[in-house]
C-alpha cells in the first residue's frame, strides 16, 4: 500500500480546501484530495454569491442579527461576530485572486460603492456580492488558478476519503485520538493509499445537495462528517438540515437550484393556474417578510401549499419585471431554462423544495480545531455556530473563506507543536475478497435517501422519525456485514457514510422536544424558551 507523507492533508477541494491550501503553501508542503474531479464539489455549483458588509448603509450589527434571526437563536454570537468581522478582507482577498465580482453599474449607495450588491431572503439590506448568477464557479475557477500555480500545492483527483488516520492505526497502538491523515480509495488504482500529515483538514461538503433525502443523482454523502464521528469527534445540530425553497421542478433534470436572489431582486411565488387562488402570491399569508423570509419559512410555506392542494409544484415568477434586466441578472439561469423551453422574461418556473445544507455538523472552534489533536475542520462539514438552526442565504461560502484561513492560520502558528507521523500500518485487505453482490449496495442506496424523504423530511413526527430509525438500524447490520467482508469500492464507502449520516440526523431530531429553525415537528410545534444544542458524542 502507498504510504507518502506531506506536512499538511487537506480533504476537499472546494472553497474551504483551497483557501487554507493556499493560506499554508506560504511556507508548507500540502496535499489536497478531491474525491472525483477537483471543481466536482458543492462550491462549483453555488449561484447566488457571498455575504459581506460593504456599503455605509449597513452594518457588522444588522448583519449579525439577520443571521441571529435566521438561525431561531441557536447561533454562538462569538462566531457569527467573527464571520461577519472578517467578511469584507476575505472578499477582498478573493478580488485579489482574480474572482471577477460585479462592478456596481447602477449608481445609488444602496447597491454599495465598488461591486453590485444583491438582497436574499432574511437579509435586511444589499449585502451579497456575487459574479452574475454563477458566483460559486467564479471562486472555484480563480482558487484552482493559484493552488494550481503553486509548487507546494499537490492536488490529487479520484481519491474516495475512507477513514482517517489516528493514533489506534499506528505500529505502536495509542489511544490519545491524535489525527495523522486519511485512508484513501484511489480510483486510479483500485486500491487504497495512506497520506499522512502533521495536521489534517476536513473540507468535504455535509449531506447537502439532495443527496441524502431524495433520488437525484450522487453528490455529498456526508463523508467528513462520518469519519470524523467514527474517529471521535462530537456533532451537533445534525436534525438541521435545510431545504432549498426553491429547485427546479423538471422530470428530465434534477438538482438545478433557483437562487435566492430572483426573490431578493423581486420574484413572486404564485400558485398555479387551475386551483383556488392561481396565479396569486400566497407568501404574504405565511410571513410578513414574504418571499425575501429565512428558507425554512419560505420552505414550508411551499411544502404547506403543495400539499394542501395537491399540487407537483408552485411557481417563482419574475416575469414582470423589464427582460433585459432579468437576462442580466440571471444570464445562467435565463440559458438554462431557455433550454427546456421555459422564457423567465414571459413565464414562471414550476419550483419545488429539495434538501440542499446540512447546518449541523464536527464541532469546531474559531480556530477550525476539532475535538481531536492534529484535525482541524471548515465549511459544511462543521457546526461551527454560525448557522444555528437555519443558514442565512449566502453565508456558506463566506464561512469556507474564514475558517479555511482561521484553520491555517492556526496551524502556521502553532507548527512547532505539531508532531510527525508515527509508522502507520497499511490498510489490510487479505481477509476480504471481490463483492459478487454489487446489486446490495445500489438498492440499499435508494432505499435510504427514499425513507429519508418520506419520515425525516421538511415536516416531522415522532413516528415517522421512528420508522425512519428502524430501517436505519435493519440496514446498518446489513452494511457492516458486507464491509467486513468485501474489498471497498467508491459506492460502498459512500453508502456506509450515508448511512452514519442518517442515524446521526434521526437520533437529533428525536432528541430535540420542539420545534426550531429547520427542524419542524407537528408533534412539539412550539418553540422552547431556550435555545440549546444537540450535542452527540461517540
Known amino acids: 500500500m502507498p504510504i507518502t507523507t506531506y506536512d499538511v492533508v487537506i480533504i476537499g477541494s472546494g472553497a474551504a480546501g483551497l483557501t487554507a491550501a493556499i493560506n499554508l503553501a506560504q511556507d508548507r508542503k500540502v496535499v489536497v484530495l478531491a474525491k472525483g474531479a477537483l471543481d466536482g464539489g458543492s462550491t462549483n455549483w453555488a449561484q447566488g454569491g457571498i ?53 456596481n453599474e447602477e449608481g445609488g449607495e444602496e447597491f454599495g460603492e465598488r461591486w453590485h450588491l444583491t438582497r436574499e431572503g432574511g437579509h435586511s439590506h444589499r449585502r451579497i456580492v456575487h459574479v452574475d448568477d454563477a458566483t460559486g464557479h467564479a471562486v472555484q475557477v480563480a482558487l484552482l488558478k493559484a493552488a494550481r500555480a ?10 474516495v476519503a475512507l477513514d482517517l488516520i489516528t493514533s489506534r492505526h499506528g505500529e505502536k497502538y495509542s489511544g490519545d485520538g491524535h489525527v495523522w491523515g486519511i485512508y484513501a480509495f484511489n480510483k486510479q488504482t483500485d486500491h487504497v493509499d495512506a497520506i499522512l500529515g502533521r495536521a489534517t483538514i476536513l473540507c468535504t ?26 474517529a471521535g469527534c462530537r456533532v451537533s445540530n445534525m436534525e438541521m438540515n435545510q431545504f432549498h425553497p426553491t429547485c427546479l421542478y423538471n422530470l428530465e433534470v434534477k438538482n438545478f437550484l433557483i437562487t435566492e436572489a430572483v426573490r431578493g431582486e423581486g420574484g413572486h ?14 407568501m404574504p399569508r405565511f410571513d410578513e417578510r ?5 428558507r425554512d419559512i419560505v420552505a414550508r410555506a411551499i411544502d404547506h401549499e403543495i400539499k394542501r392542494l395537491g399540487l407537483d409544484y408552485v411557481h417563482l415568477d ?20 431557455l433550454d427546456l423551453d421555459i422564457d423567465i422574461t414571459k413565464e414562471p418556473i414550476p419550483v419545488v423544495p429539495a434538501q440542499h445544507y446540512t447546518c449541523g455538523g464536527v464541532v469546531i472552534d474559531l480556530d477550525g480545531r476539532t475535538d481531536l489533536p492534529g484535525l482541524y475542520a471548515a465549511g459544511e462539514v462543521t457546526e461551527s455556530g454560525l448557522h444555528g438552526a437555519n443558514r442565512l442565504a449566502s453565508n456558506s461560502l463566506l464561512e469556507c473563506f474564514v475558517f ?13 507543536d505539531l508532531p510527525s507521523p508515527p509508522p502507520i500500518r497499511p490498510w489490510d485487505e487479505s481477509r476480504v475478497t471481490d463483492s459478487d453482490e454489487e446489486v446490495i449496495v445500489q438498492h440499499n442506496w435508494k432505499e435510504i435517501r427514499r425513507f429519508m424523504w418520506d419520515y425525516v423530511g421538511i415536516v416531522r413526527t415522532t413516528k415517522r422519525l421512528e420508522r425512519a430509525k428502524h430501517r436505519i438500524d435493519l440496514l446498518a447490520k446489513e452494511v457492516d456485514e458486507y464491509y467486513g467482508h468485501f474489498r471497498v469500492t467508491p459506492d460502498l464507502i459512500e453508502l456506509r457514510n450515508l448511512l452514519e449520516v442518517a442515524r446521526l440526523v434521526v437520533r437529533s431530531a428525536l432528541h430535540r422536544k420542539e420545534s426550531r429553525g429547520l427542524h419542524y415537528t407537528l408533534d412539539y410545534p412550539g418553540m422552547l424558551p431556550d435555545a440549546v444544542d444537540t450535542v452527540l458524542a461517540p
Do not use: C, Q
Not at 65 to 94: H, K, Q, W, Y
Not at 206 to 229: C, E, K, N, Q, V
Not at 290 to 294: D, G, K, M, R, T
Open 51 to 103: 455575504a459581506a458588509v460593504l456599503d455605509a448603509g449597513d452594518s457588522f450589527e444588522a448583519h449579525i442579527e439577520d443571521t441571529m434571526v435566521a438561525g431561531a437563536g441557536l447561533n454562538d454570537r462569538s462566531t457569527v461576530e467573527f464571520v461577519v468581522s472578517e467578511a469584507p478582507a476575505a472578499i477582498e482577498r478573493l478580488a485579489a485572486l482574480g474572482v471577477p465580482f460585479n462592478a
Open 404 to 416: 479555511g484561513e482561521a484553520a491555517a492560520r492556526h496551524i502556521r502558528a502553532h507548527w512547532d
Open 269 to 282: 411565488l404564485k400558485l398555479p393556474p387551475g386551483v383556488p387562488g392561481g396565479g396569486e402570491r400566497f
Open 205 to 230: 461538503g455535509g449531506a447537502g445537495r439532495t443527496y441524502l433525502f431524495s433520488t437525484a443523482p450522487r453528490g455529498a454523502t456526508g463523508d467528513g462528517i462520518a469519519m470524523a464521528w467514527r
Open 150 to 159: 503553486n509548487p507546494n500545492i499537490t492536488l490529487l483527483e479520484d481519491m
Open 318 to 337: 419574475i416575469s414582470h419585471k423589464p427582460p433585459e434586466f432579468v437576462r442580466t441578472h440571471f444570464p445562467t439561469i435565463y440559458a438554462r431554462l
Open 290 to 294: 414574504a418571499e425575501l423570509a429565512p
